[in-house]
């Protein structure tokens, strides 16, 4: 049997995308059915993804720093026997939640994809929205609406949440596809910052620009003067581009009027 360490450790490792592929799927597995373990899993994608969304404006020193807070905030094998796996996790969190203050300390502001984008992995705080007409849900954000995925491509939308991030408003809905979730986000104001990494491609008419981040593909673009983005992980960028560019034959806004 694998010690309550291990399961912090992997747990950690899950939510940043750096386990083993199979033991990634049997972790997935047990969190499912362990009400304690979900909630774990789910803090520990929280700060992971905070602590990337923001990284790339922090100085290296400090991101080394906070790798080593993150390894340091799993206890050893004793203490994780003593405690069970819900002290150690709780630590380990911890220590990400002090990293993310440190960042946000040090001067990081406005709105960036980055920080945009890790709003796709958070968890969903209020309820989906449902199937009004054509294309699209019963949401919208300045009269940009969201659109209706499931009788076309299967993507049914489950949760979504309402953000604010340098001094904006961003609201997620959510879209499940079997055991996949994607996150469609829409900022309100000025397009957000986009990293140096990002690339840019031309589909159907519509710029869109495509970034590595928090472990996955990001891509963004723009409806009406606002910057929508879609991610998830283990969705392809063909995917995403796909869903992103979907018009319903010219009922969805793209236009900047």
Request: proline share 5%.
């Amino acid at each position: 049997m694998r010690f309550q360490k291990d399961i912090a450790q992997d747990l950690a490792r899950l939510a940043d995308g750096t386990l083993a592929p199979e033991r990634a799927r049997e972790l997935e597995q047990r969190a499912a059915e362990s009400p304690e373990l979900s909630a774990l899993l789910a803090e520990q994608r929280r700060s992971v993804a905070a602590v990337r969304g923001l990284d790339d404006q922090a100085p290296l020193a400090l991101r080394e720093r906070i790798e080593t807070m993150r390894e340091r905030g799993v206890p050893k094998r004793r203490k994780a026997r003593r405690f069970g796996v819900l002290g150690a996790l709780t630590t380990a969190a911890a220590c990400l939640a002090v990293a993310v203050a440190v960042i946000v300390g040090s001067g990081a502001s406005g709105p960036t994809l980055a920080k945009a984008s890790a709003l796709t992995f958070q968890p969903a705080t209020g309820p989906a929205p449902t199937h009004t007409s054509d294309g699209t849900l019963n949401r919208d954000v300045d009269g940009v609406p969201y659109p209706y995925w499931q009788g076309e491509y299967g993507w049914w939308a489950s949760g979504s949440r309402v953000d604010k991030i340098g001094g904006r408003t961003a609201t997620t809905v959510f879209y499940n596809k079997g055991n996949k979730r994607i996150g469609y986000t829409i900022v309100t104001g000025k397009p957000v910052k986009l990293p140096g990494s990002a690339a840019m491609t031309v589909r159907k008419g519509i710029k869109f620009h495509i970034a590595p981040l928090h472990g996955a593909t990001v891509v963004t673009w723009e409806r009406r003067g606002h910057s929508c983005i879609l991610s998830g992980m283990n969705v392809s960028k063909d995917e995403l581009l796909k869903l992103a560019g979907w018009k319903d034959a010219g009922a969805l806004p793209y236009a900047s009027s």
